[in-house]
């Protein structure tokens, strides 16, 4: 079975980097905001039941591939710092940000799905035809 198939357990967050992480000083709302719509954020509130002050790391731009069923592409270490960015819990539990790809069937990242892989092979095949023939 693929690994990217396998249901992986994110590692544990060490302390050090999600100081950093919050810290960062490339956020564009400064120190202690959430980095995609400027909320207020409380470094010691890490959970959803901790308020609207409660904060999670965001894989951003890129994201970690840790979902089932999901092609392993992109960042493969989730520790990776230039790809974590602070982010309100509403943000990064809403996907919003994420960029969307017509070739993914407008997701993120592509489904390992045979819907998914039919409509890329039809692309695929269809670019293909249209190169020969000119």
Not at 19 to 46: A, L, Q
Not at 117 to 125: R, V
Request: hydrophobic letters at 30%.
């Amino acid at each position: 079975m693929d690994i990217c198939l396998k249901k992986k357990r994110r590692k544990k967050w060490p302390k050090l980097l999600v100081t950093e992480v919050f810290n960062n000083s490339n956020n564009p709302y400064g120190v202690g905001h959430c980095w995609h719509c400027g909320r207020k954020i409380d470094i010691k509130k890490r959970r959803l039941q901790d308020g609207k002050t409660a904060w999670h790391i965001d894989h951003y731009p890129v994201q970690y591939v840790d979902i089932e069923s999901q092609v392993c592409c992109g960042v493969t270490d989730e520790h990776e710092m230039s790809n974590l960015v602070p982010s309100c819990v509403k943000c990064n539990l809403s996907h919003k940000f994420e960029r969307k790809h017509w070739y993914y069937c407008g997701r993120s990242q592509c489904y390992c799905t045979k819907k998914c892989y039919c409509w890329l092979a039809t692309i695929l095949l269809i670019v293909l035809i249209v190169v020969i023939s000119i």
